[in-house]
């Protein structure tokens, strides 16, 4: 697995302290940013022109940002390795009247398409990463993104959120321990991408918005 068994094993372990830290950030914080511009800009004016937006939540954690898509009228998959997130996730989304709009799916980033009739190639108009591919070790970045890049539409669009900073390593601080995360700058990130078959529409570094400390903010299309 390119996501490390370790980060997994620790979302587990911690699922119900992480699930109660982010829900309580979202209400206290709202959607955040980025994802309201990417509702605003991407999903509305895709809906307009094509009455259909499908949308791939990589790494959805416990469905909050899946189910801000559904609210708005797209459709999607969301998919998470940690089975604890989506439990959580599909009582949000029929708690919220949007189940019949999203749903979601057990599957390791690295291996997209496999063994599910909800993943298939070339099937979404946005993928959407939101510190998800940040658990992903350098090297393999790319082969990654080249996967996901094979499940967008044709105009399709990819937006992510990574960690600021260098490095890579197990972080064995904040309320998960032993998480694998990986730092990016500006430049590093630019050239992951396009050994994926990506070209970089925008990088922006924000701080202290959805979370804690410095992060970059890419929206990318096929190169």
Not at 150 to 159: D, P, R, S, W
Not at 183 to 197: D, P, S, V
Request: aromatic share 8%.
């Amino acid at each position: 697995m390119i996501v490390t068994d370790r980060t997994i094993l620790s979302y587990r372990k911690h699922a119900a302290e992480a699930i109660g830290n982010w829900v309580k950030a979202r209400k206290r914080s709202g959607v955040p940013p980025f994802l309201r511009m990417v509702l605003r800009k991407i999903c509305r004016p895709v809906m307009a022109q094509k009455g259909r937006m499908r949308v791939l939540d990589v790494g959805c954690g416990p469905g909050l940002d899946s189910v801000e898509f559904a609210r708005v009228g797209c459709d999607g998959v969301g998919l998470d390795a940690v089975p604890e997130f989506l439990d959580y996730a599909g009582r949000q989304a029929r708690s919220g009247r949007v189940l019949e709009k999203i749903k979601f799916v057990r599957a390791d980033m690295s291996r997209l398409g496999a063994g599910s009739p909800f993943l298939v190639s070339k099937s979404f108009n946005l993928l959407w990463a939101n510190a998800s591919l940040i658990h992903i070790r350098k090297k393999e970045l790319p082969e990654v993104l080249g996967r996901l890049l094979g499940m967008l539409m044709g105009g399709g669009v990819m937006a992510a959120t990574f960690f600021h900073g260098k490095g890579e390593g197990v972080y064995p601080g904040s309320f998960v321990p032993g998480r694998f995360f990986a730092r990016y700058l500006k430049k590093e990130l630019h050239q992951k991408f396009a050994r994926g078959g990506w070209k970089v529409q925008s990088i922006r570094t924000v701080a202290n918005e959805a979370r804690k400390g410095r992060w970059l903010n890419v929206t990318a299309t096929p190169a």
